[in-house]
């Protein structure tokens, strides 16, 4: 009989209920045992969800990070938050945001770095390691909840992260080589195995998602090393790997002494075969075979043919599962009553997910008749899609096939660039600027209800957004920033107000996602090819740069960042679609310019998240990607500048792709790597300007004056001052006046002072 399991469930509750309960506990309206008790309703909802699973995850649910609770079991903690006072919680959130609510009143402590998790839009905290790293084991919280699962009815399959993938997540300082920790690590790996098998589980989930990488003789035997010595756990291990094909270590994976192995099966399912052959007869093999990063209906009649052969071979040996956790996507599709009907039958969220799994399991236990009727509407939903004149626009797709290179090329080279834009931008030296956003405040989000719901006017709307663009304009000026933006009151997310305005996407009132912490965003999801009806941000734009004689800069998300912030079609390459959003945003930045505005900004912060993970499948990728933002961006005089924002990306490995996008100015994020990603500026000349972020907007402490500056002087050892941008590192449409307006007060302090010193 197969099996039916899952890796991982949303945490943040069918309306973001975590969201919520962390932030009203931040603010100190709740108390921690509330918060506590909040989390402990989400875990019991979500297990009742699973119920009829064979095995159901634990230890997935979080209250920020996945990673960042493996620290904490791990007792990994970075040592400037180990040395203040307070409670395990305190300590947690220190290191999340870089203050607890006990912490009211003070400065607070520096965050831990955030960066990308794999290929994906969600963000983790990064464990620190260095040479005096230690390591303590402190199960308590995955034991409990093991406890609360038995409670509700459900078989608990605890969830924790692989010590070879946990070591290579970590940043080691001052080049510290992570895998020398590796023999402190495993004996508390062995401890934590023996308490989850004294909890009474019969596996555990080790996840190990690096198996997907290349990865180089060290990191393999790194992986032989470990798994003998973890291999007299009683537990038994479910070693999984998912966002990918295993390649060259498919071998060693089926060959490691674990009981089990799971793969993903969408992306790797070419490998299959060769898994069935050679996984010894012994072990389980765990297929994803449900898209866990995706929302679209899965084909379960053309799934089935391929699956019965398989199920026939392995018997019991085969379980069946999502090809990752469902984090990646929302809750449940039933909330979305006002989707149009015919788009929504071709989608299933986290929950509908878990329906296809039941029935798959249904299907080749008892047989197809068993679910006949389900099956059914499943092939009218598929067939409904392929068939759909919705999807396909002949039009978009001779717009696309007439690209010729000259769409992204500039006029002129750089440097005749700079000194015309110098000219007529008239800018001092360390320009100051924002990257776009200011706080979305409590009126402004009641506004934008009140108006989706019809409760107020369309005139009293705009005069609302104008009043909030107005005040963020005057905010700038009397900071005295340079370069400044209209602070995008009007805009619900960077990717979601475009996609409301393109042809091809769709959009829902419930579909969150969660990001990191209580960040969440609502993909949207891209159907059908795109074209632009009309314009997007013109009116916005023309409006603030009326309001003001200095340089205002027009604020666009790029098409690479919309394509990988939503949810995409399955059923053409990414490149065409990319290509499709290039020409509608290169329509909106030619509007902009005749409409007078000479910067634009066309924010790419998530190019380098869409990497494959594999190294070698890099510069397909990279010029594509590149070739799409140029196309965005080229059309334009040598007198309008073009700027680019990139947010918690190592970016190093790529910086000459970076450099061949030829934006005029970029900014990028260092606050919270102390300038370390600047590193890679000693080796490269990058050519035009750059703005590396002196302000962490994702914690709410406030940077004094001293510290932007020690900053911008790091960054002047690398890159010459007359080409560097003082900014923050993200748009601040998440953070409250109140920390906003001090920290850009110290900022243009801060470039002040560097222009004296300069």
Not at 65 to 84: I, K, N
Not at 596 to 601: D, S
Request: proline share 5%; with cysteine.
């Amino acid at each position: 009989m197969a099996k039916a399991h899952n890796l991982g469930f949303p945490r943040l509750g069918t309306r973001r209920e975590l969201k919520f309960a962390l932030e009203d506990y931040w603010r100190q309206n709740t108390t921690a045992d509330d918060l506590l008790t909040s989390a402990a309703a989400l875990r019991a909802q979500n297990w009742e969800i699973q119920a009829d699973l064979d095995l159901v995850p634990v230890g997935d649910f979080s209250l920020y990070d996945h990673v960042l609770d493996m620290s904490f079991t791990l007792g990994h903690l970075p040592e400037r938050v180990r040395q203040l006072k307070g409670t395990e919680l305190d300590h947690y959130f220190r290191v999340a945001r870089g203050r607890s609510p006990a912490d009211c009143g003070c400065s607070g402590v520096a965050a831990g770095e955030m960066t990308k998790w794999f290929d994906t839009n969600y963000h983790y905290i990064v464990p620190e390691v260095c040479g005096d790293t230690a390591f303590l084991l402190n199960s308590q919280r995955l034991v409990d909840q093991i406890a609360e699962a038995r409670s509700a009815g459900v078989t608990p399959k605890p969830v924790i992260i692989g010590p070879v993938t946990y070591l290579w997540l970590c940043k080691a300082r001052s080049g510290y080589d992570r895998l020398q920790l590796l023999q402190n690590l495993l004996p508390v790996y062995g401890q934590l195995l023996e308490q989850l098998a004294d909890s009474g589980v019969d596996w555990v989930q080790v996840d190990e998602p690096i198996l997907v990488t290349e990865l180089d003789a060290d990191w393999k035997l790194a992986f032989e090393t470990a798994y003998h010595h973890l291999k007299g756990s009683r537990a038994k291990l479910l070693l999984t790997t998912y966002f990918g094909v295993l390649g060259e270590n498919l071998q060693q994976a089926c060959n490691l002494p674990v009981a089990g192995l799971h793969v993903d099966a969408v992306r790797g399912r070419q490998e299959v075969n060769a898994l069935v052959d050679w996984l010894p007869s012994h072990k389980v093999l765990s297929l994803g075979v449900i898209d866990g990063r995706n929302i679209w209906k899965t084909d379960l009649n053309a799934l089935l043919e391929w699956l019965a052969p398989i199920h026939e071979r392995l018997g019991d040996r085969l379980w069946l599962a999502a090809s990752c956790s469902l984090l990646h996507v929302p809750v449940d599709l039933e909330l979305e009553t006002e989707l149009d009907p015919e788009i929504r039958s071709w989608l299933a969220f986290a929950v509908q997910k878990l329906d296809e799994l039941r029935l798959l399991r249904s299907a080749l236990n008892h047989g197809t008749d068993a679910v006949a009727e389900q099956l059914a509407a499943n092939a009218r939903a598929i067939a409904s899609r392929r068939a759909s004149t919705r999807v396909h626009n002949p039009t978009v797709k001779q717009q696309v096939q007439a690209i010729t290179s000259d769409l992204g090329e500039r006029r002129s080279p750089y440097p005749v660039r700079a000194e015309r834009q110098a000219v007529a931008l008239q800018l001092p030296r360390y320009p100051t600027t924002t990257i776009g956003s200011f706080p979305q405040t409590t009126d402004i989000r009641k506004a934008r209800l009140a108006y989706r719901k019809q409760e107020i006017s369309h005139e009293l709307y705009v005069s609302t957004m104008k009043g909030e663009i107005e005040r963020a304009v005057r905010e700038q000026e009397k900071l005295g920033l340079d370069v400044l933006v209209h602070g995008e009151a009007e805009r619900n997310d960077m990717v979601e107000y475009f996609g409301e305005q393109l042809e091809g996407y769709l959009f829902t009132r419930f579909g969150w996602v969660q990001s990191y912490g209580s960040r969440c965003v609502k993909p949207p999801i891209l159907y059908g090819d795109v074209q632009r009806p009309s314009s997007m941000t013109l009116d916005w734009t023309v409006y603030a740069r009326s309001l003001t004689d200095k340089p205002l800069k027009g604020m666009l998300t790029g098409p690479v960042t919309i394509l990988n912030w939503s949810f995409v079609r399955d059923d053409q390459p990414r490149r065409d679609t990319a290509l499709q959003l290039a020409l509608a945003i290169r329509q909106e930045v030619l509007d902009l310019e005749a409409a007078g505005v000479n910067v634009i900004q066309i924010d790419e912060a998530a190019l380098r998240e869409g990497l494959p993970l594999r190294r070698s499948q890099w510069q397909d990728y990279l010029d594509w990607t590149v070739d799409a933002f140029r196309i965005t961006a080229n059309g334009v005089r040598d007198t309008t500048q073009i700027h680019t924002h990139m947010c918690y990306s190592e970016f190093n490995d790529i910086i000459r792709d970076i450099a061949r996008m030829d934006a005029d100015v970029i900014t990028i994020e260092t606050s919270r790597s102390a300038m370390e990603l600047l590193d890679v500026f000693e080796e490269f000349h990058y050519p035009n300007e750059i703005g590396p972020g002196v302000y962490d907007i994702h914690t709410p402490n406030i940077p004094t004056k001293e510290q932007m500056v020690a900053l911008m002087s790091k960054a002047a050892e690398r890159i010459p001052a007359e080409r560097l941008w003082v900014n923050p590192d993200c748009g601040l449409k998440t953070r409250r006046w109140e920390e906003v307006l001090p920290a850009l007060e110290n900022m243009v302090a801060a470039a002040r002072e560097l222009r004296g010193i300069a």
